[in-house]
């Protein structure tokens, strides 16, 4: 190597170090934590990095052992057993939702929010006002697709979803609804095998029909429909839920007119439970003779 070539290249050494120098220097002085630039290792449990601490009692959405795995469509309540429950499908939306929670706060009413994994990931602020609010939330998959699923998808639909639920808020909800109803495509199946509630409903207003009725209309079939025990659909996403606004508090409105109360969808299986433990109890066993005990 020429005199010249040598020189180049101890040149270039002494600029590197110089640079090298200089950036650690800048580093140190603004008081970062350089490990954290150099890239590590990724953990084999990376998904649970960013969660959230153990949520306390009041944000696990519990629900009694003989509805897990189960479906429902209503809780099967006496007729002066006078509750019922709101569920809404679809959200958040950073629009209808906060919408709805503003009239579910004037009127002193909780409800269940079924949320989409997919829209809690783009707006997670909404889904921590919903539970900020007391209200209830319930796991209705990533994508709110109806196809045909295998396990393995389906796994991915619904625990992908409870994830995110548990990251954004800390809470861990047991009650599942599977997109459009359907229980045949695989989700309802896998989600009955992890301990969910399959919790379906009993009254619908109709405002996802492919002919949305107007408000009047949706306050009728919710009024018309209405028992103990009801479980009532309503939307507060997948689409221009406008409608669905205006008819909530005329809906309320007309249900406590009825003497009807409001609870969460966990709260009415916490009642059919007890209705029927208080059934069992009041039924005499009886001996192999016929006699009663």
């Known amino acids: 190597m020429t005199d010249h070539r040598i020189g180049q ?15 650690a220097l800048g580093i140190l002085k603004s008081g970062l934590d350089y490990t954290k630039i150099i890239k590590q290792p990724t953990p084999k449990n990376a998904k649970f990095q960013n969660a959230v601490p ?37 959200g958040p939306n950073p629009k209808h939702t906060v919408q709805i929670l503003d009239i579910l706060k004037k009127n002193h009413v909780k409800a269940t929010f079924f949320v989409v994994g997919a829209m809690m990931q783009t707006y997670p602020q909404i889904a921590k006002q919903v539970v900020a ?42 009650l599942f609804r599977p997109p459009g109803g359907y229980l045949n495509n695989g989700l309802a199946d896998y989600a009955k095998n992890q301990k969910y509630v399959v919790m379906m409903w009993s009254s619908l207003c109709g405002d996802a ?3 949305t009725p107007q408000v009047a209309g949706m306050v009728n079939n919710v009024l018309r429909t209405a028992k103990p025990g009801a479980i009532v659909l309503l939307h507060d996403g997948g689409g221009n839920r406008s409608r669905t606004v205006k008819a909530l508090p005329q809906i309320i409105a007309g249900l406590k007119a009825k003497g009807y109360k409001f609870v969460t969808g ?3 299986l916490e009642i059919q439970a007890k209705e029927q433990a208080t059934t069992i109890k009041a039924v005499p066993a009886v001996k192999k003779d016929g006699k009663s005990q």
Do not use: C
């Open 266 to 268: 966990s709260e009415l």
């Open 54 to 90: 153990a949520p306390a009692k009041n944000l696990i959405v519990e629900v009694p052992q003989t509805w897990q795995g189960q479906t429902i469509y209503h809780a099967q309540l006496k007729p002066n057993q006078k509750v019922i429950a709101l569920t809404f499908d679809d």
């Open 133 to 174: 609010e007391g209200h209830e939330l319930g796991n209705h998959t990533w994508n709110h697709s109806y196809r045909r699923m295998d396990r393995p998808t389906a796994a991915s639909e619904i625990d992908r979803t409870g994830d995110i639920i548990y990251q954004n808020t800390g809470v861990k909800t047991a």
């Open 9 to 23: 290249f101890l040149q270039v050494i002494t600029i590197v170090v110089i640079a090298t120098s200089g950036l």
């Open 209 to 211: 029909d492919r002919h």
